[in-house]
């Protein structure tokens, strides 16, 4: 028989007693190491702990007794684990490397979850989100800026409606005519700026349509717009920074949610701006826009400059556009380059570009 060195506390004090342990038929014996005491307890009533390696195994006997044994000691056909999730269990506990790597695994979940499922969640729900609940959510966030941020343009009637059939011209002009309308409003907390709402409206500050050199370049920032739009990005970017609970439910279905998206559009516009790779597909679509419609990509160029005239104070490393579009060299160089390549073409053709 197999005799298994152990620690025994009997209970009431906390002297621990070396022992060894063995199995006779049904019942657990042992006796202290130097075999002046013996006990015994019926196999049944002896309750084994859960195997967790760092922690000792411990058989729990009656009032509070109890003995403890290396688990490398334990003979197998003690306690043996018949069932296949015990035993799987049982060897996970056992093995720390094991342990770490479940509390890597599920760090790694969460990271995943919150730097890619969030982002992936926010996209499928702003692109799968059927047009008649955006145009509600563009609504709903432009009548809480209306009075607030946005206030009732100053702009003279004609330049308003020069500007608009302006708009009218090249949206017709753009395949599939997107579902979009323009609306000029005095907005002294965000200057120079204009953004496309959830739904379609983009909003074009007094300040920006003063700004520009001529109609080219307040088409380019039109069609950059237009780029957001057709991205769906302010939603997706709103989505984004709106949490899991709200992304969640809005996955479920629950449209209750949209409120509190909405909620979250004035915030974005005054905190917050789209990522990069927002801006670069903004602007590609823009630049595609104008050289399909016979203009100079040139024209974006000159709306970037407008913009930095508009803004001396975000004048640093990385220029902004108002709060919400960054605004960097490179996007100028590709605006440039798109020009040039626009200029080529129109030189090999023969024709003329009219703006
Ligand atoms: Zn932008």
Do not use: C
Request: net charge negative.
């Amino acid at each position: 028989m197999a005799m298994v060195p152990a620690t025994y506390f009997d209970g009431r004090s906390t002297h621990a007693t070396r022992v060894n342990a063995w199995r006779d038929e049904d019942v657990l014996r042992w006796r202290s190491a130097d075999d002046l005491q013996e006990w015994s307890a019926p196999w049944t009533a002896v309750e084994p702990s859960a195997r967790v390696t760092g922690i000792p195994f411990t058989l729990r006997l009656r009032d509070g007794a109890h003995l403890q044994i290396d688990h490398d000691a334990l003979p197998a056909d003690w306690f043996p684990r018949h069932h296949l999730i015990e035993r799987m269990a049982d060897w996970l506990e056992r093995r720390w490397m094991a342990a770490l790597a479940g509390i890597v695994v599920v760090v790694v979940s969460l990271f995943g979850m919150f730097e890619y499922g969030l982002p992936w969640a926010a996209d499928r729900i702003a692109t799968h989100m059927p047009a008649s609940v955006e145009h509600a959510m563009g609504k709903q966030s432009l009548a809480a800026l209306e009075g607030r941020m946005l206030m009732p343009t100053s702009l003279p009637p004609d330049r308003q409606s020069h500007l608009q059939s302006v708009f009218w011209h090249f949206v017709n002009g753009i395949h599939g005519a997107p579902d979009v309308r323009l609306r000029f409003y005095q907005a002294k907390a965000i200057g120079a700026n204009a953004f496309a709402l959830p739904g379609g409206t983009i909003v074009f500050t007094d300040d920006l349509a003063k700004a520009v050199p001529d109609d080219a370049a307040f088409i380019a920032v039109i069609a950059h717009e237009l780029g957001h739009q057709a991205h769906h990005h302010m939603l997706r970017q709103v989505l984004r920074s709106s949490g899991v609970l709200i992304v969640a439910g809005m996955l479920m279905g629950d449209v209750t949610s949209m409120g509190g998206v909405a909620a979250g559009i004035p915030m974005f516009l005054i905190d917050s701006h789209y990522s990069r790779h927002f801006e670069e597909d903004a602007d590609r679509f823009a630049l595609d826009a104008l050289a399909q419609q016979n203009i100079d990509p040139m024209a974006f160029v000159h709306a970037m400059e407008a913009l930095e005239r508009a803004h001396p104070e975000l004048q640093g490393e990385e220029l902004r556009y108002a709060s919400s579009h960054p605004l960097t060299g490179e996007r100028i160089a590709r605006a440039t380059e798109a020009s040039t390549r626009f200029r080529a073409a129109h030189a090999s053709d023969g024709s003329h570009a009219s703006h």
